[in-house]
């Protein structure tokens, strides 16, 4: 699991409030949901520490072989108008209506094996989106659902796994912001991405 930033590197950040400590806190209320249903859980930070992105993707593929890398974030926009979840994966080619990039079958096997696993992750987004938008819709009725986006950080491109980044809301829309920050909105969206995990889990 990633949690976004750390150290020298806040984030978002404004008077009240760092991006860092948010991707944390819920990050820590994840980590103990699944630890609370068996899942092993390996954290790429465990504290507020400064990690270069390579060498996150680094830290990720030394937990070993794990079913699937979470990297959680919190969103900021140049107007305070605009709030929403979204949630970041590869795009699975094959997945597309034009198959411009050739069939499964003139793939090279390393080109099969970066396809599976970003149709994984492809699932795996759905899956955590829908239900992080489902439990935090209970708390916020007028949440925006921002889709699933197909670009990647390069966290993701350096993991060797299924694997997704979920934007958890947007720290400079002041309703969602202030949401961001209460435990009790906190441990909603952990148990969305719960959910959903369970719902990937289930189909794999
Ligand atoms: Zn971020």
């Known amino acids: 699991m990633d949690f976004g930033h750390g150290g020298k590197d806040a984030g978002y950040s404004n008077s009240t409030v760092k991006e860092k400590e948010i991707n944390f806190a819920v990050g820590m209320q994840l980590a103990s949901l699944l630890k609370e249903k068996g899942h ?18 680094q830290r990720a593929l030394a937990c070993g072989p794990a079913d699937a890398l979470i990297s959680l ?3 900021s926009a140049g107007s305070e108008k605009v709030h929403g979840i979204e949630t970041f994966c590869h795009r699975a080619h094959l997945f597309e209506s034009h198959l411009n990039h050739g069939s499964f079958h003139t793939m090279s096997a390393s080109e099969k094996h970066n396809e599976i696993l970003y149709q994984k992750s492809n699932v795996l987004a759905k899956s955590v989106h829908e239900k992080v938008l489902t439990f935090a819709r209970v708390q916020k009725k007028d949440l925006v659902d921002r889709k699933i986006q197909h670009k990647v950080s ?5 993991a060797d796994m299924p694997s997704i980044l979920i934007e958890l809301g947007f720290l400079t829309n002041n309703k969602e912001g202030q949401m961001l920050k209460s435990s009790s909105y906190q441990k909603t969206l952990a148990n969305g991405i719960v959910n959903g995990l369970d719902d990937y889990f289930k189909l794999m």
């Open 40 to 57: 092993e859980v390996c954290l790429i930070r465990d504290k507020d520490e400064y990690i270069a992105l390579d060498q996150r993707s």
């Open 154 to 158: 390069q966290v993701l491109l350096g």
């Open 73 to 75: 974030h919190a969103n």
